[in-house]
């Protein structure tokens, strides 16, 4: 595939929506590229990007130390667009004034439009007068720089956007990256129109590529795929497999921590369905025994990581010389697991990310690990896997052991698998299993008092988490009906022995996470 016309380049500073930002601009037909802050700014320049956008980021742009955008990259005569961070580091070294707000502003918030501008082509008020938005942060532009006008404004933040039309300098405090922001798209939209890209990116091109890149990665070497039946490693499968062919070998690993029926299902669905080089281990009591006595959920997300990998290491030894391994880690993985390509911070260690074992003896194939979860369908769809597969809900690597808090042991993996099925077969029978990203049940380390044939009983409680989503690095909390509410918890109460109360968790992401470990 020859390079493409059109190319936007986004600069990390650390922000938890960078990826996203790049998927917006890739979901408008445009190639996106993300990196470090730190990248040479005379090499992104030379290499023809057309605009660049900056980040968010965890730093204060007047500490010592914060990463900030060479002043050069201003003059440039390049379009750039400044968001959140982004947008304070434009002010900051342009001369403008950046203070810590007197309040801070995360979640929903409504902005005011002040001017015109072709950033804001089209983005219409609300009813309110007002335009919906999503803001995350503790400091703010107090006044532009010189050459600016602010063309919006929060009671809390006095310049929620910014533009210096002569230099195609633009900025925004809020994030039109997220779904949350319904405008969002369009304020995007209208930079690209500023940049005057090409919009010929596809997502056929990139099966292409990465086909190519994976020949070239492997160079005739064996692989191991890491199969979990989810639509993550199976599109890694069929992806490696139109790679390489029979140098491939899928390795199905049952570590006692997934869902009722769930082995089963997935053998049938690759080994018989599928008719794929299939290896089926049971390493249940391998995994039991690893986290055995664990209660600290980076611990067993460590130890769960260093056992898979192990036992990949078993069967690789068993066909002899494989030196790769393919897994389908995503991008919210890595962006939650470790510092990719800015100064992220670390929200919690995926198994597949940062519980790696350092001296693992396979290098890694990870075709995905750039994309998230509804770019990984759409590929799927391209590469003709079923339906079934495409639309399983997102289900952790380190299974149950992440949803049963505090000590796993196999009652507790039983009590949980048996709540958890009744979760999964009223939502399907209510017809929400695709309008829901997850819905799942918690057991949590607590007992309460019940009452049950008016006898006193002592018992366990289960959460049950239900969220809607796009990509998993925003979430809100599902409105369930009261109805189907009422049945799951009656059922769960009335059919799992041990349990005799029922939560609904209602936080969102931001701040909270999807899974509660």
Known sequence: MSAPAGKIAVLDFGGQYTQLIARRVREMSVYSEIFSCTH?????????????????????????GAPLPPAELFEAGVPVLGICYGMQAMGYLL?????????????????????????????TPEATGRVTVWMSHGDTVL??????????????????AMADEERRLYAVQFHPEVAHTPQGKTILDNFLEVCGVSRTWSMAGFIDTTVDAIRNQVQGGRVLCALSGGVDSSVVAVLVHRAIGDQLTCVFVDNGLLRKGEAEAVVHTFRDTFKMNLIHVDASERFLSAIQGVT??????????????????????????????????????????????GPSATIKTHHNVGGLPLNMQFKLVEPLRELFKDEVRRLGELLGLPQEILWRQPFPGPGLAIRVLGEVTTDRLDLLREADAVVQE????AGLERQLWQAFAVLLPVKTVGVMGDF??????????????????????????????????????????????????????????IEWE
């Open 426 to 429: 009223e939502v399907r029978a």
């Open 143 to 160: 006044r532009p720089p010189k050459g600016f006008t602010a063309l919006a404004r929060t009671p809390n933040c006095p310049v929620a």
């Open 40 to 64: 040479p700014l005379e090499k992104i320049l030379a290499a023809g990007y057309q605009g660049i956008v900056l980040s968010g980021g965890p730093s204060s742009v007047y500490e010592d």
């Open 456 to 513: 006193r009983t002592y018992a366990n409680v289960i959460a049950l988490r239900a969220v809607t989503s796009q990509d998993a690095m925003t979430a809100d909390w599902a409105r369930l009906p009261y109805d189907l509410l009422g049945t799951i918890s009656n059922r769960i109460i009335n059919e799992v022995k041990g349990v005799n109360r029922v939560v609904f968790d209602i936080s969102s992401k931001p701040p909270s996470t």
């Open 95 to 123: 001369g403008g004034h950046v203070i810590p707000a007197e309040r801070r502003e995360y979640g929903k918030a409504e902005i005011t439009l002040q001017g015109s501008s072709p950033l804001l082509k089209n983005v």
């Open 296 to 341: 600290d959920p980076e611990v067993k997300r460590k130890r769960i990581g260093a056992e898979f990998i192990s036992v990949f290491e078993d069967e690789a030894r068993k066909l002899g010389d494989i030196a790769w391994l393919a897994q389908g880690t995503l991008y919210p993985d890595v962006i939650e697991s470790v510092s990719f390509r």
